[in-house]
């Protein structure tokens, strides 16, 4: 199960939380190394908000008012690799992580992994918090963003907040409502469109009855499998994966 970040969000001084906190936190579009220049402030440019918070019962957090607008400003994404990874690629990287769960902290791999990356910092700052706020915090866009950098999937994107991300895929036009083999489906639990997104995960295949089964990090502290409902779907993020 996981953890609420109102808390979090309370604590911070002159924010607010701009609606209620259901869920994931999602990490922004950035290539091992390479950042670019975003929007409106022109500090940040990310695929996303990370919202710095203890994790909760749902999966994504509610953004902080302030930064709500820079939301969908990418963390432009370097290509490193020569060649387009194949969907089975990732999918393979994701089943091998079904079983790891968050330590005693409440902390995982996938934690570690971003508080590492150059962006933390920048995300960090655009939303009003410090990197090690990431540690602890809902992990499920970590986990898939983790996915994309490990294999090199080319416009995977990513980000610790999954508003953001799903806004970085509408903007590059790589969205839809397909199911795919390696697509990153988002979900809303309680409706509400892209702003209502809590949870993210990826598309292992399309079970052809109205239903997914999908690989998803922080489900139950852990990495795991499931079949879900096509009904609690947003829609889908499409990475260019070879043929």
């Not at 089964?213 to 993020?237: F, H, I, L, P």
């Amino acid at each position: 199960m996981s953890r609420s970040y109102l808390q979090f969000f309370s604590s911070l001084p002159g924010r607010a939380v701009a609606g209620a906190v259901v869920g994931t936190v999602a990490l922004g579009t950035v290539a091992l190394g390479t950042v670019a220049l975003g929007t409106a402030a022109g500090a940040l440019a990310s695929s996303g908000s990370s919202t710095m918070i203890a994790k909760s019962q749902a999966h994504a957090a509610a953004p902080l008012k302030a930064s709500q607008a820079h939301a969908a400003a990418p963390l432009k994404e370097k290509d490193t690799t020569t060649h387009l990874v194949k969907a089975d690629t990732a999918i393979r990287l994701a089943e091998q992580q079904v079983g790891i769960r968050e330590d005693q902290a409440g902390e995982t791999k996938f934690h570690k992994w971003y508080v590492s990356t150059p962006n933390a910092r920048l995300t960090a700052q655009r939303d009003g918090g410090a990197v090690n706020d990431y540690n602890g915090a809902a992990w499920c866009d970590m986990f898939v963003s983790w996915v994309g950098a490990q294999t090199g999937v080319k416009d995977m994107g990513w980000d610790a907040y999954t508003v953001a991300h799903a806004k970085w895929f509408q903007k590059t036009k790589r969205w839809g409502q397909t199911p795919k083999p390696g697509a990153v489906v988002f979900y809303a639990w309680n409706g509400g469109g892209t702003d209502g997104i809590d949870h993210v995960g990826l598309v292992v295949k399309d079970n052809g009855d109205g239903t997914i089964a999908t690989v998803e990090g922080n489900t139950d502290n852990a990495v795991e499998k499931k079949v879900r409902s096509t009904t609690q779907v947003v829609g889908y993020g499409y990475p260019e994966y070879a043929p």
